[in-house]
């Protein structure tokens, strides 16, 4: 049969989500905890790989099974086997037809800038921070610009391995709620590093160092090199994927995270 998992977890601690040559990493993790549940291997698809440092606050997953195990074994048995930084959310049976990537309509991620002048301590890992004021009308004003269907080459990093660079952005919005900044972003899929990219120019321009149309002036030179510096990862979160309905996958992206 095959299962449906979500997946909560804090990225600090692992090389990403891809299993690694060296370094341990969140499918690693996954697996060995459901393997146990199982009592045979399990491998694991993912939704959308996070790099290094990104969290996840509703990654989804699919595997395929022989073993026969409730909701409760699955996802109760499994956060037993699991590092205190990763929680199973929910388990679904779902249809041959499903693909926890190729199934996908969207996915979501949010961006956490804390924007004041002293650096986080409790939130140290957690955000991005920038001491400098930003302007989020400014930012928001070039967000604008990346919405819809666009070749993204100067948004993704540079050794990304995605044969076609187009992606369709279906919303970016960029708000403040006291000292913390939000970007939030959905689109049809993502490039390698395509978010912390978008960040990192909207910051220049929230910063003042840029006006905020050169992120459609970015776009437009499709060179990664003219574009500007990528943001931290602490900051970004992966926050739901939209599948069709028939398959009843929650999408949850309105999770209130700080």
Same mark, same amino acid.
Request: with cysteine; glycine share 6%.
């Given at each position: 049969?095959?299962?449906?998992?979500?997946?909560?977890?804090?990225?600090?601690?692992?090389?990403?989500?891809?299993?690694?040559?060296?370094?341990?990493?969140?499918?690693?993790?996954?697996?060995?905890?459901?393997?146990?549940?199982?009592?045979?291997?399990?491998?694991?698809?993912?939704?959308?790989?996070?790099?290094?440092?990104?969290?996840?606050?509703?990654?989804?997953?699919?595997?395929?099974?022989?073993?026969?195990?409730?909701?409760?074994?699955?996802?109760?048995?499994?956060?037993?086997?699991?590092?205190?930084?990763?929680?199973?959310?929910?388990?679904? %049976?779902?249809?041959?037809?499903?693909?926890?990537?190729?199934?996908?309509?969207?996915?979501?991620?949010?961006?956490?800038?804390?924007?004041?002048?002293?650096?986080?301590?409790?939130?140290?890992?957690?955000?991005?921070?920038?001491?400098?004021?930003?302007?989020?009308?400014?930012?928001?004003?070039?967000?604008?610009?990346?919405?819809?269907?666009?070749?993204?080459?100067?948004?993704?990093?540079?050794?990304?391995?995605?044969?076609?660079?187009?992606?369709?952005?279906?919303?970016?919005?960029?708000?403040?709620?006291?000292?913390?900044?939000?970007?939030?972003?959905?689109?049809?899929?993502?490039?390698?590093?395509?978010?912390?990219?978008?960040?990192?120019?909207?910051?220049?321009?929230?910063?003042?160092?840029?006006?905020?149309?050169?992120?459609?002036?970015?776009?437009?030179?499709?060179?990664?090199?003219?574009?500007?510096?990528?943001?931290?990862?602490?900051?970004?979160?992966?926050?739901?994927?939209?599948?069709? %309905?028939?398959?009843?996958?929650?999408?949850?992206?309105?999770?209130?995270?700080?």
């Amino acid at each position: 049969m095959r299962i449906a998992l979500g997946i909560e977890y804090d990225g600090a601690p692992y090389v990403g989500w891809q299993r690694q040559v060296s370094g341990v990493t969140v499918q690693q993790c996954v697996e060995e905890a459901l393997s146990e549940v199982a009592n045979e291997e399990i491998k694991v698809v993912c939704a959308g790989r996070t790099d290094t440092g990104v969290h996840a606050i509703s990654q989804v997953v699919h595997f395929d099974t022989t073993a026969e195990r409730s909701e409760y074994s699955w996802v109760f048995g499994g956060n037993t086997n699991l590092p205190r930084s990763i929680s199973l959310l929910w388990q679904k %049976d779902v249809s041959d037809e499903f693909h926890a990537r190729f199934a996908a309509l969207r996915r979501a991620y949010r961006f956490i800038i804390y924007n004041r002048n002293i650096r986080p301590a409790y939130l140290h890992g957690k955000v991005t921070w920038e001491n400098q004021p930003l302007d989020v009308v400014l930012m928001q004003q070039a967000a604008a610009c990346l919405i819809g269907k666009h070749d993204f080459t100067s948004y993704r990093a540079v050794a990304c391995q995605s044969h076609s660079p187009v992606r369709e952005v279906y919303k970016l919005t960029v708000t403040r709620d006291g000292e913390f900044v939000y970007i939030d972003i959905e689109a049809n899929a993502f490039l390698q590093h395509m978010v912390r990219n978008i960040a990192g120019v909207l910051m220049m321009i929230g910063k003042g160092e840029r006006e905020p149309h050169w992120s459609k002036q970015v776009l437009e030179h499709q060179d990664r090199t003219l574009g500007g510096i990528t943001a931290p990862p602490h900051g970004l979160y992966f926050v739901g994927v939209k599948y069709p %309905d028939e398959f009843s996958i929650p999408y949850m992206t309105n999770v209130k995270i700080l």
